[in-house]
């Protein structure tokens, strides 16, 4: 199953906080609790963040933590890339010499097309689009699509 780290998902969570009040600065303090989450792990993760240029960070009083530029030019590969480096749903679809049959293997070209649709679709959703709630028609919180297609080059 591909699946996030929880700090990512946190990272996530933390990145639509700040994107709220995108011109204000939020304390460590006050992202912990606006986000549920406890304290050294917010800083953890804030760490990473401004380490990748994600947010930026005030010493002082009134310091703390904002996003480095406007919500709509952060995209969720953004924040997944701060926490986890370069996406690569295989070995080999991150690069080469990873794997030990990659010269035999015939498979490593359609992995990376995969690869190439899943980055291409985290990087179209942005910060804003994670802050919206998609409704059903009940008036319930329903998933919403992203449209991608893998295409087939013959």
Do not use: F
């Amino acid at each position: 199953m591909l699946r996030v780290t929880k700090l990512t998902d946190y990272a996530t969570l933390l990145m639509t906080v700040l994107a709220e009040r995108a011109d204000g600065i939020y304390s460590t303090t006050g992202l912990a609790e606006r986000a549920g989450l406890e304290l050294p792990t917010v800083a953890k993760i804030l760490k990473q963040l401004g380490q990748a240029g994600l947010v930026l960070s005030t010493r002082g009083a009134s310091g703390g933590y904002r996003l480095s530029r406007s919500p709509a030019e952060i995209s969720l590969l953004d924040i997944v890339e701060a926490m986890e480096g370069p996406l690569a749903v295989t070995e080999c679809s991150g690069h080469e010499g990873q794997c030990g049959i990659e010269h035999q293997c015939g498979i490593r070209a359609n992995w990376r097309r995969v690869n190439d649709v899943i980055v291409d679709a985290l990087r179209t959703v942005s910060l804003p689009y994670l802050q919206t709630p998609v409704l059903a028609p009940s008036g319930k919180r329903a998933s919403a699509r992203i449209p991608v297609q893998l295409m087939r080059s013959d």
